[in-house]
Antibody, heavy 121, light 110 residues
Framework: EVQLVQSGGEVKKPGESLKISCKGFGYSFTSYWIAWVRQMPGKGLEWMGIIYPGDSDTRYSPSFQGQVTISADKSISTAYLQWSSLKASDTAMYYC??????????????WGQGTLVTVSS | QSVLTQPPSVSAAPGQKVTISCSGSSSNIGNNYVSWYQQLPGTAPKLLIYDNNKRPSGIPDRFSGSKSGTSATLGITGLQTGDEADYYCGTWDSSLSALVFGGGTKLTVL
């Protein structure tokens, strides 16, 4: 059974750094893209970027380029999303999802349970 | 402001049918496949439809998808109270080089 299991919720102060994780089970982790999706409180879904764990090829949404870093450690089937200096506006639920990337036909077939990040002084 | 436009809310009675629209442009829906996701309260999104009209294993045929030009539609028949959720459309945008979502539609089953 395919599963994406995310790390637990975090409460941080503005300016602090953070790295959250997403571990894949039940499939070849190196053969599928992993995406990160933000959902701010009461708002919709926003695609942040993707990584291909097989070769660490990484793409970012223009809206998130330079704001976060996506990485992966294929030896432990885990993808990461990290911030060097959090802002209050980073408060949101963050989902990882397996992205099926086909020409003209990208979609997410499996999702993690979400990691709630709260940034407050 | 989302790149794809969805109605904020729709409602219908149990057993009835509802449709949810998703409007875009030639840089997204017009030249790429559309997917749809259901997000029940307090849970992660779930894939309902991919490649415009295909259902993953386990998704009942009460859910259907279609696309025409730069718009897509999700249809749900035989509405149940358990269908109350937020529904999102998504597709690749070639101009933005990003996957984009609609703003979401809240379905109420009265």
């Amino acid at each position: 059974e395919v599963q994406l299991v995310q790390s637990g919720g975090e409460v941080k102060k503005p300016g602090e750094s953070l790295k959250i994780s997403c571990k894949g089970f039940g499939y070849s982790f190196t053969s599928y893209w992993i995406a990160w999706v933000r959902q701010m409180p009461g708002k919709g879904l926003e695609w942040m970027g993707i990584i291909y764990p097989g070769d660490s090829d990484t793409r970012y949404s223009p809206s998130f380029q330079g704001q976060v870093t996506i990485s992966a450690d294929k030896s432990i089937s885990t993808a990461y999303l990290q911030w060097s200096s959090l802002k209050a506006s980073d408060t949101a639920m963050y989902y990882c999802a397996r992205q099926i990337a086909a020409a003209g036909g990208d979609y997410f077939d499996y999702w993690g349970q979400g990691t709630l990040v709260t940034v407050s002084s | 402001q989302s790149v794809l436009t969805q109605p904020p809310s729709v409602s219908a009675a149990p057993g009835q049918k509802v449709t949810i629209s998703c409007s875009g442009s030639s840089s997204n829906i017009g030249n790429n496949y559309v997917s749809w996701y259901q997000q029940l309260p307090g849970t992660a999104p779930k894939l309902l439809i991919y490649d415009n009209n295909k259902r993953p294993s386990g998704i009942p045929d009460r859910f259907s998808g279609s696309k025409s030009g730069t718009s897509a539609t999700l249809g749900i028949t035989g509405l149940q109270t358990g269908d109350e959720a937020d529904y999102y459309c998504g597709t690749w945008d070639s101009s933005l080089s990003a996957l984009v979502f609609g703003g979401g539609t809240k379905l109420t089953v009265l």
